[in-house]
């Protein structure tokens, strides 16, 4: 208990909120051009795969055996890869310039700032950008007639959710990178992650290997939760996919604190 | 008590022992210099005493308090003056001050007021609403001492302030920090300009591989490893070294440099008077006051820049 309490003095004043204020200022003069593509590119697949593709698909089978449009379908998987995509852009590009050129952890460090208030502000950061992305959807897809019960009101929330998972745990990883270009790699690790996730096509249609694959990774429990939301069919998964994300997010956290400390503090 | 309390205190990376048994007490409302040429350790020691680099060796501690274990609260005592401007270019001046103060903890109510001084104070008032990038150098380097003000510090740490300015700017620099000496904040500073640690340093310790060569005040340190005078004498490349046995008699110590003589005495006219008497006749000549750069030339056999 006392090793919990001091662990967190050594690494917290409880000024999370400083963090945020400065994220808040510093947005003014942000790139919008990539707030902007972040939000749109789930769309774009949304309405080109769901109207396009959904017209040769036909029906599928979603949560607990319900048969969904092809649009439906696939409209929750792109809010949860929407959540994703804002989540890592901020905590790698944002995160790797901020660590490594702007010098701005060192800056905060130097402060009675702690690494856990860096850790948390950066990634609360993250999430207002993902929050803004799960209205905006929300609101979309509510309007394109895709949401079928009123828990898709509670995607907004698990969205968030999803987002903490990812920024947590991409500043983490961040925090190891020395160049650009192992971004890139990272990008490169992401996009099957989510073609396969039973984003575009339910995981039945793979092998048995490749289906405990997929269900290993985080994204597949973010779009099969968000898929159950969306139209208030719970199978008993639920808890699971919920329970991943709060581990995920846990040890994002607890990893990026450390890694802070031992980059800045040693 | 004083203020800053460092026994035997070692920082190693790797093989490179940065800081080696270095040991030293700042007092209250002292101007600390630490001199010394690139990588003798002097970012080092202020990373240390901020508590940002964890010791290999020895004590250190802040108002009685050890940087290592009590970070947070030894660093809402001090201001921090990195040798690398660190300013936040997304924000501008004005935000770059109050944001600092925020991470302090510090309310908006004394931030706010506190952030116009400190702009006042460090002639930026034009420049307020500007970005960081719009700044030149010497802009800059007040804005980042103005923000490790925002806390009103007991310590502020100065690594190398005026580094990679003009003398315009160097100057300007100095009247600032000379005020908050009258104001009796105690400041610890790093250079390797002997010009800026007499200007401004009450005492000082001079490193040298991480070692600590000399300790006393400027004054001392130059009458007791110094002449009061000194002349430096160029014969021309090649001729300086064949000269020097005919110097010999004159000087009380000489030092041979790549591109000049230096004789040490305390009567630096006389001296040179008696060099010309002797037929030896320099193609230039200056006569000048010894200075804690001959203080570590004579500590080390090398000059501070190389
Ligand atoms: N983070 C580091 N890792 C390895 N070596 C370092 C590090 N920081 C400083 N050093 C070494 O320690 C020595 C002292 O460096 P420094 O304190 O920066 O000197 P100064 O500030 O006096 O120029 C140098 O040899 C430098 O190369
Ligand atoms: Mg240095």
């Known amino acids: 208990m006392s090793g919990r309490s001091s662990w967190l003095q050594a690494n917290s004043s409880g000024r999370v909120w400083a963090v945020v204020e400065r994220g808040f200022r510093a947005w003014k003069s942000g790139n919008w051009v990539v707030v902007m593509t972040g939000f749109f590119e789930p769309l774009l697949y949304l309405a080109a795969m769901g109207y396009g593709m959904g017209g040769l698909v036909g029906e599928v089978r979603g949560p607990g055996g319900v048969v969904m449009s092809y649009a439906g379908f696939i409209a929750p998987a792109m809010m949860a890869t929407s959540a994703m995509n804002g989540a890592i852009y901020d905590s790698t590009w944002n995160v790797f310039f901020k660590m490594k050129i702007a010098k701005l952890y060192e800056v905060m460090l130097a402060t009675s700032l702690g690494p856990l208030d860096v850790a948390i502000g950066e990634i609360v950061m993250a999430l207002f950008r993902g929050f803004i992305y799960a209205l905006g959807f929300t609101a979309v897809i509510a309007a394109m007639g895709l949401t079928h019960s009123w828990w898709a009101l509670a995607m907004i929330p698990v969205a968030l959710l999803i987002a903490l998972g990812f920024a947590a745990f991409g500043m983490a990883v961040t925090s190891f990178f020395t160049r650009f270009q192992q971004m890139d790699v990272l990008q490169l690790a992401l996009m099957p992650m989510f073609l396969f996730s039973a984003t575009l096509v339910p995981l039945e249609v793979y092998p048995q290997v490749v289906q405990w694959f997929i269900m290993a990774l985080p994204l597949w429990h973010g779009v099969e939760l968000m898929r159950q939301l969306s139209i208030g069919v719970f199978t008993s998964w639920a808890w699971v996919h919920l329970a991943y994300f709060v581990v995920l997010s846990a040890a994002g956290i607890f990893f990026t604190t450390t890694r802070l400390r031992a980059l800045f503090l040693k | 008590m004083p203020v800053i309390d460092a026994h035997d205190v ?297």
Not at chain 2, 10 to 38: C, I, M, Q, W
Not at chain 2, 159 to 178: C, K, M, V
Not at chain 2, 216 to 236: C, K, N, W
Request: charged share 25%; glycine share 10%.
């Open chain 2, 10 to 306: 070692v920082k190693t990376y790797g093989e490179v022992t940065a800081v080696d048994h270095v040991s030293f007490a700042v007092r209250s409302g002292e101007s600390f210099g630490l001199l010394g040429p690139n990588g003798a350790g002097k970012s080092t020691t202020m990373r240390m005493i901020g508590g940002s680099t964890v010791r290999s060796g020895g004590s250190l501690t802040v108002a009685g308090l050890d940087p290592q274990t009590q970070g947070p609260q030894v660093r809402a005592m001090l201001g921090v003056v990195p040798q690398q401007d660190n300013l936040d270019t997304e924000l501008t001046v004005r935000e770059n001050l109050m944001v600092y103060g925020r991470y302090f903890g510090l309310p908006m109510s004394y931030v706010r007021p506190k952030t116009d001084e400190l702009i006042a104070f460090a002639q930026l008032q034009d420049k307020a609403n500007a970005k960081v990038d719009e700044l030149s150098g010497g802009m800059k380097r007040r804005l980042t001492i103005a923000r490790g003000l925002i806390n009103e510090p007991k310590v502020l740490l100065l690594d190398e302030p005026t580094t990679g300015l003009d003398p315009q700017a160097r100057h300007i620099l100095w009247d600032r920090l000379f005020r908050l000496k009258e104001q009796g904040v105690t400041l610890v500073v790093t250079t390797h300009f002997m010009d800026e640690a007499e200007q401004l340093c009450d005492r000082l310790i001079v490193i040298d591989h991480g070692k600590i060569v000399a300790e006393g005040s400027p004054a001392d340190l130059i009458q007791q490893y110094s002449s009061r005078e000194v002349v430096e004498l160029r014969f021309g490349s090649g001729r300086n070294a064949g000269v020097v046995d005919q110097l010999q008699p004159y000087a009380q110590r000489i030092e041979i440099l790549p591109d000049r003589v230096l004789l040490y005495a305390d009567d630096g006219e006389e001296l040179l008077d008696q060099v010309r008497r002797a037929g030896l006749i320099p193609v230039t000549s200056l006569v000048r006051r010894s200075s804690l750069e001959d203080v570590f030339l004579r500590l080390t056999g090398r000059s501070l820049i190389e």
